[in-house]
């Protein structure tokens, strides 16, 4: 089943859960709408958003909503069911309601149960929410319905084969999770494939990790002298697969816009030596031992000490080489106020929510050394 709607001339598409900020914190709108500029006139039409990214949602209807007419783009939101938030049926389902409000698109061309996985997918059940999302459809409220997957390969062919009027799926895809067993990347696509199901890809850069990678992996690129951003090599990794809709990127500035269209607008594939120089890159990456964090902070949102446990792990990751004077004084700023790793209860609500599955409260004693 395809769900293309004719409109989509790249397989770039616009992530809009790591928008421009200002100091203050809010969205930089004048920014963002400078960035949609530059995607629509390259012939980007796919932007993906969510009720849970704070402001996206708001963001996009003043920086593309109100200034473009509706047909000539394609919108994506989503409805979650955090693990452990206590959310009722009635709220969850009045989400839909919000990003409407909230965008002002009159209807999302895709429309996506979120983040489902082992910790939640119960409760998307019990709620109705598979049949809801139908509805909305009927109703003219959604073009396209899918879902957004963090689970492992078992579950998702159970949930195709008691869903299969899902018309896609998206799933987290990078070379650095190509193979990783929590993540089972490969697999997981292979059963989307299997069932007729095209992909939207999310993390291609692994929340920034393969932007701006470790320095044995950007040795292995800058060996090519090619002059090519990191990110081309991890999101022209991703692009080069088949059964694809999009390939999201979470670009937050106009300089990463620029960057990702110079490669995208007439994207090429990667080349058989391209995949080699891929495959050390990823050698090098499995030799490195930092916390694979990407820094999305759905663990944070229902930490009952308040603990930055993204902050803490980026500050944990950049020890290594660096004095630790400032190590301990970096970690001393991004909890400030906060939680602190020694303060964890070990409830465990981070790691049902964490979309890597990462052993967050081991990590968390890990970290305990840099409190000094």
Known sequence: MSVFTGKEKLKLGFGLMRLPRNTDGTIDVEQTAEMVDLFMNAGGTYFDTAFV??????????????????????????????????????????????????????????????????????????????????????????????????????????????????????????????????????????????????????????GGLLAEPIDTVKAVFDAENTGASYASWAIRYVASKDNLLAVLSGMSSVEQMKDNLSFMREFKPLTEHEEEVIAKAVEALNADKSIPCTACHYCTKGCPMGIPIPEIFTVQNRKKGSPEFRTKREYAIVTEGKGKASDCIQCGQCEAACPQHLPIISLLEECRPLEG
């Open 53 to 206: 990214y704070p402001g996206s949602e708001e963001a996009i209807r003043k920086a593309l909503v109100d200034r473009y007419p509706r047909d000539s783009y394609t919108l994506a939101s989503k409805l979650i069911i955090q693990p452990g938030s206590g959310i009722s049926e009635e709220e969850a389902k009045q989400e839909m309601q919000t990003s409407l409000e909230r965008t002002n698109a009159g209807y999302f061309d895709y429309y996506l149960v979120h983040a489902v996985q082992r910790s939640n997918y119960q409760k998307y059940e019990e709620y109705g929410i598979w049949d809801y999302v139908k509805e909305l459809k009927e109703q003219g409220l959604v073009k396209h319905y899918g879902f957004s997957f963090h689970g492992d390969p078992a579950l998702l062919e159970e949930l195709l084969e008691k869903h299969p009027d899902v018309e896609f799926v998206q799933l987290q895809i990078n070379y650095a999770d190509w193979e990783n067993p929590g993540v089972a990347a490969r697999r997981n696509w292979e059963i989307c494939k299997e069932h007729g199901k095209p992909v939207t890809v999310m993390e291609p850069v692994k």
